[in-house]
């Protein structure tokens, strides 16, 4: 088969969180399956970056710019995009960048420091059209369109509605995949004049929501198929406490949508092979290699150098969904009574950061907090932290409690979305059965927060063994993309077969 893909992020070029990983990691997998897959990408500034930093490495990436150029009648203005190509050897993976300077030629992906772009809904109608076209001008022969978040809503209603009769919409099928539903793309109605779409497809039962055009919803209408990253939130956004509005939706598409759990990049995250680390390590020398992160992590974090103190590592984004409110309460509690470090990097709102940084300076001892993106000490982290903390509200999938298994770092997670599909509570039965790989809890509280790490650190403090069982159980696992990918070739095929069984393949 060959696959395209449309997303607004893609590792190594774009990123602000799990989908990036998602779909730079994906197509190389479908490609080791014997299949061929092209991203499209905003060639946003950073992406410029990245490829000049690839230039000057010499690093073996095809750069062909302008392949195609694409013009827009967008709200009366024609406006051009250049199509580059890159192909990311060694995997062959076909990366098509969208160059459309006004739009894209700027700093941050959705916002800056000042706040989220205005004009979201004209750059990601923008993109969708170029790519559906530039698919047609480029000549690629694809079966499948797998479309990624709001950013790409579009791509399936223009597959679904034949706006143009583009050759390529009569022999593929279209794939959406939600990997947040909070975030829906909402504008303003007027906006959907920028889509060029046909008014009436501006109802309550294709791409209107109160008034208001949604693009989120728009692709969960017109797919042939959905998925979403995990079967619990699979489940979960089929409710009206976590459908965000949609769950009508989804719930009338049941039979169309998929959990599949994220997988984990190991050429990347293992920390066998982890270049970012003082020492790369395995399960067989884990408290060895830990030990020698842990002791560099502290140094250079101006942390006491003591192995035996736990630490607490949190990577996240500073948003109220990733459970921020319980650690701050959770670390006023223990700030002064509980001999623990605490290790956090994150980025965002600044209601986070800032009392985040208060209790740092009340206690430098005991807490480093890092406000930015730092994908180097995301790693060192990883491996030098005991326990990981992730209490999240919702949690569509979520990759660090996967990254944290194959440290070796026993992930304390709210048993939500797929946070609730990959650890197993370390209950009395699971440990001496050697299935438990962390700890959970239910109820959205600091007092639950505080009960499951207390649990985890008292077994750290007091059963080496059972600390152990559960840490190398864990590192055994195998949440690799393989498997992910193979999950993800039988939704291909379900989605050609509901294509062809409605006469439209
Ligand atoms: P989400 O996509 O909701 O942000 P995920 O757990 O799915 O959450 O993915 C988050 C990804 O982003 C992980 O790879 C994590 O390591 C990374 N990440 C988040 N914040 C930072 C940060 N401040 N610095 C480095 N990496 C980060």
């Given at each position: 088969?060959?696959?395209?893909?449309?997303?607004?992020?893609?590792?190594?070029?774009?990123?602000?969180?799990?989908?990036?990983?998602?779909?730079?990691?994906?197509?190389?997998?479908?490609?080791?399956?014997?299949?061929?897959?092209?991203?499209?990408?905003?060639?946003?500034?950073?992406?410029?970056?990245?490829?000049?930093?690839?230039?000057?490495?010499?690093?073996?990436?095809?750069?062909?710019?302008?392949?195609?150029?694409?013009?827009?009648?967008?709200?009366?203005?024609?406006?051009?995009?250049?199509?580059?190509?890159?192909?990311?050897?060694?995997?062959?993976?076909?990366?098509?960048?969208?160059?459309?300077?006004?739009?894209?030629?700027?700093?941050?992906?959705?916002?800056?420091?000042?706040?989220?772009?205005?004009?979201?809904?004209?750059?990601?109608?923008?993109?969708?059209?170029?790519?559906?076209?530039?698919?047609?001008?480029?000549?690629?022969?694809?079966?499948?369109?797998?479309?990624?978040?709001?950013?790409?809503?579009?791509?399936?209603?223009?597959?679904?509605?034949?706006?143009?009769?583009?050759?390529?919409?009569?022999?593929?099928?279209?794939?959406?995949?939600?990997?947040?539903?909070?975030?829906?793309?909402?504008?303003?109605?007027?906006?959907?004049?920028?889509?060029?779409?046909?008014?009436?497809?501006?109802?309550?039962?294709?791409?209107?929501?109160?008034?208001?055009?949604?693009?989120?919803?728009?692709?969960?209408?017109?797919?042939?198929?959905?998925?979403?990253?995990?079967?619990?939130?699979?489940?979960?956004?089929?409710?009206?406490?976590?459908?965000?509005?949609?769950?009508?939706?989804?719930?009338?598409?049941?039979?169309?949508?998929?959990?599949?759990?994220?997988?984990?990049?190991?050429?990347?995250?293992?920390?066998?092979?982890?270049?970012?680390?003082?020492?790369?390590?395995?399960?067989?020398?884990?408290?060895?290699?830990k030990g020698?992160c842990k002791r560099?992590l502290q140094?250079?974090l101006?942390l006491p150098?003591r192995p035996d103190v736990p630490m607490i590592g949190i990577?996240?984004?500073?948003?109220?969904?990733?459970?921020?409110?319980?650690?701050?309460?959770?670390?006023?509690?223990?700030?002064?009574?509980?001999d623990v470090q605490w290790v956090i990097?994150?980025?965002?709102?600044?209601?986070?950061?800032?009392?985040?940084?208060?209790?740092?300076?009340?206690?430098?001892?005991r807490i480093a907090?890092?406000?930015?993106?730092?994908?180097?000490?995301?790693?060192?982290i990883e491996a030098a932290a005991d326990l990981f903390l992730?209490?999240?509200?919702?949690?569509?999938?979520?990759?660090?409690?996967?990254?944290?298994?194959?440290?070796?770092t026993l992930?304390?997670?709210?048993?939500?979305?797929?946070?609730?599909?990959?650890?197993?509570?370390?209950?009395?039965?699971?440990?001496?059965?050697?299935?438990?790989?962390?700890?959970?809890?239910?109820?959205?509280?600091?007092?639950?927060?505080?009960?499951?790490?207390?649990?985890?650190l008292?077994?750290f403090?007091?059963?080496?063994?059972?600390?152990?069982?559960?840490?190398?159980?864990?590192?055994?696992?195998?949440?690799?993309?393989?498997?992910?990918?193979?999950?993800?070739?039988?939704?291909?095929?379900?989605?050609?077969?509901?294509?062809?069984?409605?006469?439209?393949?």
């Amino acid at each position: 088969m060959h696959i395209v893909m449309a997303t607004s992020e893609a590792i190594p070029f774009a990123k602000t969180g799990g989908l990036a990983d998602v779909v730079g990691t994906l197509p190389m997998e479908l490609v080791k399956l014997g299949h061929h897959c092209s991203v499209f990408l905003p060639a946003y500034a950073c992406v410029k970056e990245v490829l000049q930093a690839g230039r000057l490495e010499n690093r073996h990436w095809n750069l062909s710019e302008g392949v195609a150029e694409v013009t827009i009648d967008h709200a009366g203005m024609a406006c051009t995009a250049k199509i580059h190509r890159v192909r990311l050897d060694p995997h062959g993976v076909d990366f098509y960048l969208v160059d459309q300077p006004m739009f894209f030629d700027r700093e941050g992906l959705y916002g800056d420091s000042s706040g989220t772009f205005g004009d979201n809904s004209g750059r990601f109608c923008f993109f969708s059209r170029v790519v559906v076209e530039a698919i047609e001008k480029l000549g690629l022969a694809i079966d499948i369109i797998h479309c990624h978040d709001w950013q790409t809503g579009l791509i399936p209603a223009y597959h679904r509605t034949r706006t143009q009769n583009w050759n390529w919409y009569h022999h593929a099928a279209s794939v959406m995949t939600i990997h947040n539903m909070a975030y829906q793309g909402r504008f303003w109605g007027p906006d959907m004049a920028l889509t060029g779409l046909d008014g009436r497809y501006f109802n309550w039962q294709q791409m209107e929501f109160f008034g208001d055009l949604n693009l989120l919803k728009t692709g969960l209408v017109f797919s042939d198929m959905l998925t979403t990253v995990s079967p619990t939130y699979a489940k979960e956004i089929q409710t009206p406490a976590s459908g965000c509005g949609l769950d009508g939706v989804l719930r009338a598409r049941a039979d169309r949508l998929i959990g599949i759990v994220n997988g984990v990049d190991y050429g990347v995250w293992d920390p066998s092979v982890d270049e970012h680390l003082t020492m790369k390590y395995t399960v067989e020398n884990w408290r060895e290699g830990k030990g020698v992160c842990k002791r560099q992590l502290q140094e250079s974090l101006g942390l006491p150098m003591r192995p035996d103190v736990p630490m607490i590592g949190i990577i996240s984004r500073f948003a109220e969904q990733k459970g921020w409110d319980l650690i701050i309460q959770l670390m006023h509690w223990w700030i002064d009574h509980q001999d623990v470090q605490w290790v956090i990097l994150g980025s965002g709102e600044e209601r986070y950061s800032t009392p985040l940084s208060q209790l740092r300076a009340r206690r430098p001892d005991r807490i480093a907090m890092q406000s930015r993106f730092s994908d180097s000490l995301a790693h060192r982290i990883e491996a030098a932290a005991d326990l990981f903390l992730m209490p999240s509200q919702y949690e569509p999938c979520g990759l660090n409690q996967l990254y944290s298994l194959r440290y070796g770092t026993l992930p304390v997670v709210r048993a939500t979305g797929g946070l609730a599909d990959t650890i197993v509570d370390a209950t009395v039965d699971r440990i001496s059965e050697r299935t438990a790989t962390g700890f959970s809890f239910v109820e959205y509280s600091p007092e639950a927060l505080a009960d499951s790490t207390l649990r985890a650190l008292t077994i750290f403090r007091e059963s080496t063994d059972k600390w152990g069982g559960i840490v190398e159980t864990g590192m055994r696992q195998d949440w690799s993309w393989k498997r992910s990918a193979e999950a993800m070739l039988g939704v291909y095929r379900r989605a050609r077969e509901f294509a062809a069984m409605e006469g439209r393949l």
